[in-house]
Structure formats: structure tokens, C-alpha cells
Nanobody, 127 residues
Framework: QVQLLESGGGLVQAGGSLRLSCAAS????????MGWFRQAPGKEREFVAA????????YYADSVKGRFTISRDNAKNTVYLQMNSLEPEDTAVYYC????????????????????WGQGTQVTVSS
């Protein structure tokens, strides 16, 4: 029901910044909770950040708290992930995800709760 397309990934030195974008196509973007996840080679997909429908609440993994900021612009059907102070450990494919049924705080961080996923964008942080 929604299609997601990530962009903004690339190669950056440690300490640098990137901003990822996730453009969504759909009639009711504001009805969807949105999340960012990442997956490094040989690892499971892990939670990065999430944002509620109106953007009034955000959630972050401990590993990125204070460095990453998730935001959304419902008028543009777009979710962003501003990544600052990047570390080599942040290297992964970053995925945008959406779901229209997530309401409980504990559900926002679980990849199995999200119904829709983008194809991912590569982020590589060099030391």
C-alpha cells in the first residue's frame, strides 16, 4: 500500500555527517509510523530510529542516541535520518520501514512489526 525509496547514502569519514531520505508513495502517509533500520554484513537487521505519525514522539537505539535525528515532513511524504558524528560501526545498509498498525512504544523498534520496506541505501564510514 506504500512504496518506499531511500536515498542519501554514501561514503563518509568518521566524524562526518549524512542525511538519509525516505520518499513514500501512498495516499495516507500520515497514517504510518516510520522507522529506520540497518543491517551490516553477517548481522541481523537492527533498529535505528522511529517516529510517530505526527512526529510528536521519536525513539532511538542506544547506539545512535545523541548522534542521529529522525524527522518527517508529511506534506512531502518524506522521512529523514540526520546522522552526525558517524563511526565505522555505523557502516551498514540502511532501510526505511512503514507500518499503519504500530502504536505501542515497544513495537516501534521491532523490524517484524513493520509491513513495508524500502530497498535500502548503503552507508560506509571510513576510519
Amino acid at each position: 500500500q506504500v512504496q518506499l525509496l531511500e536515498s542519501g547514502g554514501g561514503l563518509v569519514q568518521a566524524g562526518g555527517s549524512l542525511r538519509l531520505s525516505c520518499a513514500a508513495s501512498g495516499r495516507t502517509f500520515s497514517n504510518y509510523a516510520m522507522g529506520w533500520f540497518r543491517q551490516a554484513p553477517g548481522k541481523e537487521r537492527e533498529f535505528v530510529a522511529a517516529i510517530t505519525r505526527s512526529g510528536d514522539s521519536t525513539y532511538y537505539a542506544d547506539s545512535v542516541k545523541g548522534r542521529f535525528t529522525i524527522s518527517r515532513d508529511n506534506a512531502k511524504n518524506t522521512v529523514y535520518l540526520q546522522m552526525n558524528s558517524l563511526e565505522p560501526e555505523d557502516t551498514a545498509v540502511y532501510y526505511c520501514a512503514a507500518d499503519r498498525l504500530i502504536y505501542y512504544r515497544g513495537s516501534y523498534s521491532k523490524p517484524t512489526e513493520y509491513a513495508y520496506w524500502g530497498q535500502g541505501t548503503q552507508v560506509t564510514v571510513s576510519s
